[in-house]
């Protein structure tokens, strides 16, 4: 394992506290790098970040700023735990700080708009000069705070970067797997964020555990097709950053995601649902982009179709329901074809 005596996590919202306060609590040097001053200035004296973790007792040792040349200096490991619509940009700022052979590991579970890339491709061009991985899975930041027995996976063919990963974050209510299907796992982490918007509907209109039962077996099953024509395992799929977390966030009142779906459920539109949870919901402009990626690539996506419509098109739910429940049915029993 590599040597590492200081290590940076950037982004204070919920999951970069978890993930910043887990690796302070295991002992080691790290700063939670957040763009507010006040912020940085209020969890440093109250030891908890009362605007996205309130009552999350913070580790005594964790440090914060808002100085990224300062935070980033000598940082052997960094943690990009900002929402994808800042990924580039926080990426780009911290790339004269950043010497070779750095590790830097994506939090962030979303596509960027335009160019369909993933985060850590986001690294690779931005930072050429690190080694890059991502860590995803059924990680309730929330949950985390509890110390509720959680894990997650880190995918990067660079063994020693997984062991390293793993030594930082492991801990009794910790555990990290892992994986070296760095695309599967990363894209795994932003389709089912779609889905969970699907199900929180679904749950705000009462509809049922059977409902929800063939929601989440046809998202994987959809999900895992779109990702393996990329070029992914669909193994990947029935594991904790697939399935896992597919499940925890389509069932979890706790997701985002979950949350907006379920404010749309209630009639409320996007605007004032996605105002109402106040917090990233990366499945929105997934949702956009993983329609148009679909149908240019000519793959079968009915349940990314479907939510487009309510969310975008305000088409009706129970049209859209009955569109997809009275589609044409094959009798091929293919992988995946359903
Ligand atoms: N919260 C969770 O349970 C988990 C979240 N994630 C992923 O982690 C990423 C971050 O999510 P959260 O921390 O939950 O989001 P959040 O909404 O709780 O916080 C986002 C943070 O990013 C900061 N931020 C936004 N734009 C910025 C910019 N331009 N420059 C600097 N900072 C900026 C905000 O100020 C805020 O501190 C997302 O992609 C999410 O999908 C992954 C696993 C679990
Ligand atoms: O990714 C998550 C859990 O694994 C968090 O989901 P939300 O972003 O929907 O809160």
């Not at 690539?297 to 739910?317: D, H, K």
Request: aromatic share 8%; charged share 20%.
């Amino acid at each position: 394992m590599a040597t590492v005596t200081k290590i940076a996590v950037l982004g204070g919202g919920s999951f970069g506290t978890a993930i910043a306060n887990m690796i302070s609590a295991n002992g080691h040097d790290v700063t939670l790098w957040m763009r507010d001053r006040d912020n940085v200035e209020q969890c440093a004296r109250l030891h908890e970040n009362v605007n996205y973790m309130p009552g999350y007792r913070l580790d005594d040792n964790l440090k914060f700023s808002s100085d990224l040349e300062q935070t980033l200096q000598s940082c052997q490991v960094v943690f990009f735990s900002v929402p994808s619509k800042a990924f580039r940009d926080i990426a780009h700022q911290a790339k004269p700080f950043l010497p070779p052979g750095t590790i830097a590991i994506s939090t962030a579970k979303g596509i960027e708009a335009n160019t369909f890339k993933l985060m850590s491709e986001i690294l690779e061009e931005e930072l050429p000069q690190v080694r890059v991985g991502v860590i995803s899975g059924p990680n309730l930041a929330k949950e985390i705070a509890k110390k509720a027995i959680t894990a997650t996976v880190i995918a990067s063919d660079d063994s020693e970067l997984c062991k390293t990963v793993q030594c930082l974050l492991g801990s009794r209510y910790f555990r990290v797997y892992a994986n070296r299907d760095r695309f599967g796992v990363e894209l795994a982490g932003a389709l089912k964020n779609i889905y969970a918007i699907a199900a929180g509907m679904a749950a705000a209109m009462h509809m049922g555990q059977n409902t929800i039962s063939v929601l989440i077996t046809r998202s994987l099953a959809e999900m895992s097709r779109f990702a393996a024509k990329l070029g992914a395992n669909p193994m990947t799929f029935l594991g904790l950053s697939g399935v896992g977390d597919l499940f925890v966030t389509c069932t979890s009142p706790l997701s985002r995601n979950f949350q907006v779906g379920y404010a749309l459920g209630e009639g409320l539109g996007l605007e004032a649902a996605v105002a109402k949870v106040g917090q990233v919901a990366e499945g929105i402009n997934t949702t956009r982009i993983i329609k148009e990626e679909a149908e240019q690539l000519g793959i079968y996506m009915p349940l990314v179709s479907a939510l487009y419509e309510t969310m975008f098109n305000q088409r009706p739910v129970s049209e859209v329901l009955s569109s997809l429940m009275l589609a044409e049915q094959s009798t091929d029993v293919e992988f995946f074809a359903e």
